[in-house]
């Protein structure tokens, strides 16, 4: 029989601090083995290497009370965590790309190495529909912008997952994708009336509905639903009134990360966790300091000692933890080199399919032969390396010239002016590399484009993550345009891979060929 303290911290997740459970802060591991913290959700900074992760989740399952929910953002692309000790895998958007078959390729990898690991949730599909070109947090984590697709790539994913022993979590309820803001910053809102919620946000997960062992609910505003600024995970009418009763949902809810500030902006962590399980969510992600966990699992103790939230209300989410997860199963030692050796295999299979997602939107295939005194145009991105000069110079053996700009609208691009007048000179073929331009932030690309395009150079635009780029070169007669859909180093490398293909094997049928079909219209 669980104490209340061991059945209120059994609804909460925790953030591991450091590479190890006792470092750099052994407070939380203290919890766990009290009980009073349900499970983890790992991140890049909780992994050096395939041996320390795996001593990670052994230590974390072997040491809690409870049978630990163990999870992570592993989506593929833009958003996974362990890339350095697992395989990397495509985007969800570059696997839809391609299809239902390359959705599960990817899926029976991911989740199936997490699940040798121990792992018994993962934080994904993503059932948002990419619809506005200005979101600046969803963009290539949705499959595409239109209902049966998602539908269909978003069952192809959770059937993989759960057939490889984890949970799927399908998310952001009530929908993130026609949102213009990052929930991580501040507060979103959706201004659509419940009938056309009904006919596009919200119809993905009415379709799976039976099939979703789990939803994640986002803090996004709904005004059509709530006139005060109240967020969707705090909301009643949306969480037990639409999802639960309208929609007809039974299955477990969780929350997302409930330190983002679109959440806490104007409430107090404590006081959100506690509306969060007014409002008829099972699963809290606390992903902050030991402390600020701990006060969030002392104020939820303090609620129903108060009267304020029922035990009973406690216990059945407690219920619904019980009958999903089970304790995993960590990876002995005498297995770690197979494993190895398992990974090493799935990503060559994983680097094909990102070559193959790749689609090549506009003129004639690019190949070596284009690429003599090429100079790359990227940016400098805090978060991901966009290395195509290294991967293109160990493709070729060439010397190649590159060129980094910064993405703020803010900042002007030193030197950009005289590489252009030096380009107009030599006719050098320009690789320029783009990522979501739409974003005001970025809009400065924009104009380098058609600066570019005014001079009338051998142009080859790549973009990177928002396909929607596309159309800055749309009707350019000198350009050659590529959607990535993924700005993570498996899909630089594919896309090194395509450009330096030799000209005499381009027109042959070859699995490194791009094969991508454009997931959303990029008209409007």
């Not at 005060?228 to 929609?247: A, F, G, N, T, W």
């Not at 100079?375 to 290395?387: F, G, S």
């Amino acid at each position: 029989m669980l104490t209340l303290e061991q059945a209120c911290g059994k609804l909460l997740v925790a953030r591991l601090p450091g590479l190890s459970l006792a470092e750099p802060d052994d407070r939380l591991s203290v919890m766990l083995k009290q009980g009073t913290a349900g499970g983890a959700c790992l991140f890049k900074e909780n992994c050096r290497d395939l041996e320390q992760l795996n001593k990670l989740c052994t230590d974390i399952i072997q040491a809690s009370f409870h049978t630990p929910v163990l999870t992570v953002d592993q989506e593929g692309g833009a958003v996974q965590r362990f890339e350095d000790a697992l395989s990397p895998f495509p985007s969800p958007m570059a696997l839809w790309a391609l299809g239902e078959t390359a959705i599960r390729q990817a899926q029976e990898v991911a989740a199936g190495q997490l699940y040798k690991l121990g792992f018994n949730l993962l934080l994904a599909p993503t059932l948002d529909l990419q619809t506005n070109r200005l979101n600046p947090i969803i963009a290539t984590r949705a499959f595409s912008d239109q209902v049966e697709a998602v539908t269909r790539a978003g069952r192809a994913a959770l059937q993989a997952i759960e057939a490889q022993g984890l949970r799927a979590c399908g998310k952001h309820f009530p929908g993130h994708g026609s949102t213009s803001e990052d929930s991580h910053l501040t507060l979103p809102s959706v201004d659509k009336d419940k009938e056309t919620l009904f006919q596009t946000d919200f119809a993905p997960f009415i379709n799976l509905k039976d099939e979703l062992s789990c939803i994640l609910v986002g803090h996004i505003w709904f005004p059509h639903y709530d006139q005060e600024m109240k967020p969707s995970s705090l909301s009643k009418k949306l969480v037990s009134q639409v999802l639960q009763e309208e929609i007809g949902y039974k299955g477990l809810l969780v929350s997302d990360d409930m330190l983002m500030k679109g959440l806490t902006v104007n409430l107090g962590l404590s006081e959100a966790c506690l509306q969060a399980v007014e409002a008829g969510l099972d699963l809290l992600l606390v992903l902050g300091t030991a402390e600020q966990f701990a006060d969030a699992h002392k104020e939820l103790v303090q609620a129903v000692k108060s009267g304020r939230i029922s035990e009973s209300r406690i216990h059945a989410s407690v219920s619904k933890i019980d009958k999903l997860f089970k304790r995993g199963r960590p990876l002995p030692k005498q297995e770690m080199e197979s494993f190895k050796r398992e990974i090493s295999q799935d990503t060559e299979k994983m680097l094909e399919l990102s070559s193959r997602a790749i689609v090549h939107y506009k003129g004639e295939p690019v190949s070596r032969n284009n690429l003599i005194d090429a100079v790359i145009i990227a940016p400098a991105h805090k978060r991901y390396k966009l290395d195509l000069v290294g991967e293109l110079e160990r493709e070729l053996g060439l010397r190649l010239t590159e060129f980094r700009y910064e993405l703020s609208s803010e900042l002007e691009s030193a030197g950009f002016a005289e590489l252009l007048e030096d380009l107009t000179k030599s006719r050098s073929p320009v690789i320029f590399l783009s990522y979501r331009s739409f974003i005001k932030a970025h809009s400065k690309q924009i104009e380098m484009l058609e600066r570019l395009k005014a001079a009338n150079l051998p142009l080859i635009h790549i973009a990177l993550d928002s396909p929607y780029d596309l159309v800055l070169t749309r009707d350019s007669a000198t350009t050659s345009s590529y959607a990535l859909m993924d700005p993570s180093d498996l899909a630089i490398k594919a896309l090194a891979r395509i450009l330096s293909r030799r000209q005499d094997k381009i027109s042959q049928q070859e699995n490194i060929a791009p094969q991508g079909k454009l997931p959303l219209s990029i008209e409007g």
